[in-house]
Antibody, heavy 120, light 107 residues
Framework: QVQLQESGPGLVKPSETLSLTCTVS????????WSWIRQPPGKGLEWIGYIYYTGDTNYNPSLKSRVTISVDTSKNQFSLNLSSVTAADTAVYYCAREKILYSYYYMDVWGKGTTVTVSS | DIQMTQSPSSLSASVGDRVTISCRASQDIRNSLDWYQHKPGKAPKLLLYGASRLESGVPSRFSGSGSGTDYTLTISSLQPEDFATYYC?????????FGQGTKVEIK
């Protein structure tokens, strides 16, 4: 059974870089797309971006200038870096696997989420 | 970006009720739509993909329909474990975009 687990600091200072890692267990990261999604307090879900195991990425234009998603196939992990954070980046951050079946795309496995607060 | 608009934003229903949630895209997304269930403190759960295809293990009381810009999630007989927030999400283009969510509450 595939499981995803987010990890990283729960508190980040304004203007610093938020760094999270998602560890994949029960399957190889060397297939599928791997995504980051966030949910600010009291708001809905926002797609941040995804990476393919080859390293190809696609980011939300609203965050593109600040986001980097990377993959480490040797550790079966992928990571999120979000620079120059502000209070607006406070959210629960989820990692997810995006599966492709014929022309269907769907995020079928999610991590439980990790709360990141941006505050001095 | 494709805007996804769900209605209603919230609803109150009783166990056994038939519940319908609508999702409208700002342009034709050609059935490139997924539905998720989200409970507080839990990971979102995939219910349907491709607008109408039921994810493995999801109860058959959940169904999806629609085409073009208009889509619907139906719960045929609401169960206690179904009280949650439901999101539609399009994958026709990037960025992937979600509806704002529909909270299903106990009446």
């Amino acid at each position: 059974q595939v499981q995803l687990q987010e990890s990283g600091p729960g508190l980040v200072k304004p203007s610093e870089t938020l760094s999270l890692t998602c560890t994949v267990s029960g399957d190889s990261i060397s297939s599928f797309y791997w995504s980051w999604i966030r949910q600010p307090p009291g708001k809905g879900l926002e797609w941040i971006g995804y990476i393919y195991y080859t390293g190809d990425t696609n980011y939300n234009p609203s965050l593109k200038s600040r986001v980097t998603i990377s993959v480490d196939t040797s550790k079966n992990q992928f990571s999120l870096n979000l620079s120059s954070v502000t209070a607006a980046d406070t959210a629960v951050y989820y990692c997810a696997r995006e599966k492709i079946l014929y022309s269907y795309y769907y995020m079928d496995v999610w991590g439980k989420g990790t709360t990141v607060t941006v505050s001095s | 970006d494709i805007q996804m608009t769900q209605s209603p934003s919230s609803l109150s229903a009783s166990v056994g009720d038939r519940v319908t949630i609508s999702c409208r895209a700002s342009q034709d997304i050609r059935n490139s739509l997924d539905w998720y269930q989200h409970k507080p403190g839990k990971a979102p759960k995939l219910l349907l993909y491709g607008a109408s295809r039921l994810e493995s293990g999801v109860p058959s009381r959940f169904s999806g329909s629609g085409s073009g810009t208009d889509y619907t999630l139906t719960i045929s007989s609401l169960q206690p474990e179904d009280f949650a927030t439901y999101y539609c999400q399009q994958y026709y283009t990037t960025p992937r975009t979600f509806g704002q969510g529909t909270k299903v509450e106990i009446k």
